[in-house]
């Protein structure tokens, strides 16, 4: 959907977003949070999926924070936390395993590996997980360095730190944005700003 989600302990812990340029910055959820960690998106249904550490719970909310749920109340101490077709799975630290469950319910909870002694984080990859076009997928977009979707266009940015290669904020060739073939309602460009605060 454009946007970069990031959780954020601090002495006011939240979750933000922002542009992937890192502009238009925001607080999606900003209360009763503890240690929010394992953010998971489900593009699809539109959701945030996270642990919190310090309320041993996980929880859920669309893409600005509202619909919030306490999805699993009781998790012992999770941490890192995905989402994968039906279901969530996150590790948990107390019990050093690795758990499941519905990703609606939070129900039908499994074990699925035990024995795992401080694991920081898992990730479910799936080649159909972000499903849509960009510019920056055709030749990096024309930049030398980064492309930074945004929505309707994009953006060339050079590292903060060299890397003795001659950068250009300028593309070599600008690429237009497209959105066309039968999944183009899908796209995650298509989101629009004016719908969100509705």
């Known amino acids: 959907n454009s946007y970069l989600y990031w959780t954020d302990w601090g002495d006011n812990p939240k979750i933000e977003r922002s542009l992937l340029d890192g502009s238009a910055r925001r607080t999606v959820v900003g209360t009763d949070l503890g240690f929010p960690n394992g953010l998971a998106l489900d593009y699809g249904a539109r959701r945030l ?5 310090l309320r041993d719970r996980i ?3 669309d893409l600005h924070g509202k619909n919030r749920v306490h999805l699993v109340p009781e998790a012992t ?3 890192g936390l995905t989402q994968y ?8 630290w107390y019990k050093k395993s690795v758990e499941r ?3 609606t319910t939070g129900k039908d909870r499994i ?3 035990t024995d795992l002694d401080g694991v920081m ?15 920056c997928a055709v030749n990096n977009g024309g ?8 929505q309707q266009t994009y953006d060339c940015t050079c590292p903060d730190v060299p890397d003795d290669r001659p950068c250009s904020t300028e593309p070599s060739v600008r690429v237009p944005n497209r959105k066309t073939g039968p999944d183009s309602s899908k796209d995650p460009s298509d989101y629009d700003e004016e719908t969100e605060e509705s």
């Not at 999926?49 to 550490?53: E, L, Q, V």
């Not at 984080?121 to 510019?135: F, K, L, N």
């Open 101 to 103: 469950a519905d990703k």
């Open 121 to 135: 984080e898992i990730r479910a990859v799936a080649a159909g997980r972000q499903a849509g076009w960009t510019p």
């Open 59 to 61: 929880e859920t909310s």
């Open 77 to 79: 101490h999770p941490f």
């Open 49 to 53: 999926y996270w642990a919190d550490a």
């Open 85 to 92: 077709g039906d279901h969530i799975y996150w590790t948990d």
């Open 111 to 113: 074990v699925i590996r």
């Open 143 to 150: 930049c030398s360095h980064l492309c930074l979707f945004q």
